[in-house]
C-alpha cells in the first residue's frame, strides 16, 4: 500500500486501502461525484443502503477479489488517457494553466482538451493571446475577404482561421468567429456530380440494345 495520498505531484495510483465496514458479498454500488453508494435502493438488492465518502480525493471503492477497498480512481495518476476525469485528485484538480485550486475559483472554470479544467481568467487570457496571433498573421499575409471566395474550408474573413463546417449546409448571416470574434455573413453554394448505371433490363448486356 502506497501511504503518498496528499501533496502536489504525488501519485494514488498504487493505493489499496480496505474497507472494513463494507461486507465482501456485496456487489452493487454506484457512484454519485466522489460518495460511494452501496446498495442504492433503486436497484432493491434488500440490502442497507450505506453512503461513504473516500479518505481521500481522488479515490473510488472497488471490490477486488470478494474485498471493498478505497483505489485511484484519478484518470490523470492512473494515466488512463480519458479525456474527462471524473475523481480527479487533489493534484489534478486544479487549473491547467495557474494551478489554482477548485476552492479559489469565483467563477465556474472550462474545460480543457486534456480532460482537466482551465480558470475563467487564464481561459480569457489564452482565448485572448490567440485572437492577437491570428489577427497578426491574417495582417502578416495580407489575408483579405478575397481569400475567402468559393473555398472549399470556412475562413474567417477577419482571422482566416478556419471554422467549424460540421452541419452548416446552409447560408447564413452574422456568424462570429470563435477565434477573433469576427461577424461573417456565409453563402453556401452546392456544385452538382453525377453518376449513371446500366439500366436493370441492360445490365447483362455488353453494349447498348439496338
Ligand atoms: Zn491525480
Ligand atoms: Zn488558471
Ligand atoms: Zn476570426
Same mark, same amino acid.
Given at each position: 500500500m502506497t501511504n503518498a495520498l496528499n501533496g502536489a505531484g504525488t501519485s494514488l495510483r498504487d493505493t489499496m486501502i480496505l474497507i472494513p465496514e463494507i461486507p465482501g458479498e456485496w456487489t452493487q454500488r454506484t457512484r454519485s461525484g466522489s460518495t460511494?453508494?452501496?446498495?442504492d435502493p433503486w436497484h432493491k438488492t434488500g440490502l442497507p443502503e450505506v453512503r461513504m465518502e473516500p479518505p481521500?480525493?481522488?479515490?473510488?471503492?472497488?471490490?477486488?477479489?470478494?474485498a471493498w477497498y478505497w483505489v485511484c480512481a484519478c484518470e490523470k495518476c492512473l494515466g488512463t488517457g480519458k479525456s474527462?476525469?471524473?475523481?480527479?485528485?487533489?493534484?489534478?484538480?486544479?487549473?491547467?494553466?495557474c494551478n489554482c485550486s477548485r476552492a479559489e475559483l469565483a467563477e465556474a472554470p472550462w474545460g480543457a482538451r486534456d480532460g482537466g479544467w482551465r480558470c475563467k481568467p487564464c481561459q480569457e487570457k489564452l482565448d485572448a493571446a490567440r485572437k492577437a496571433e491570428a489577427l497578426a498573421a491574417a495582417e502578416a499575409n495580407g489575408h483579405?475577404?478575397?481569400?475567402?471566395?468559393?473555398?472549399?474550408?470556412?475562413?474567417?474573413?477577419?482571422?482566416?482561421?478556419?471554422?467549424?463546417?460540421?452541419?452548416?449546409?446552409?447560408?447564413?448571416?452574422? @456568424?462570429?468567429?470563435?477565434?477573433?470574434?469576427?461577424?461573417?455573413? @456565409?453563402?453556401?453554394?452546392?456544385?452538382?456530380s453525377y453518376t449513371t448505371t446500366k439500366a436493370r433490363a441492360q445490365a447483362q448486356q455488353k453494349g447498348p440494345q439496338q
Open positions: 460511494q453508494v452501496w446498495n481521500t480525493k481522488g479515490l473510488f471503492a472497488d471490490r477486488i477479489d470478494g474527462y476525469n471524473y475523481s480527479p485528485c487533489e493534484a489534478h484538480d486544479r487549473c491547467v494553466t483579405s475577404e478575397d481569400d475567402c471566395v468559393y473555398t472549399s474550408d470556412i475562413i474567417c474573413p477577419y482571422c482566416a482561421t478556419k471554422q467549424n463546417s460540421d452541419a452548416r449546409h446552409e447560408s447564413a448571416q452574422g @456568424l462570429e468567429c470563435g477565434t477573433c470574434g469576427g461577424k461573417f455573413d @456565409l453563402e453556401v453554394e452546392w456544385s452538382p
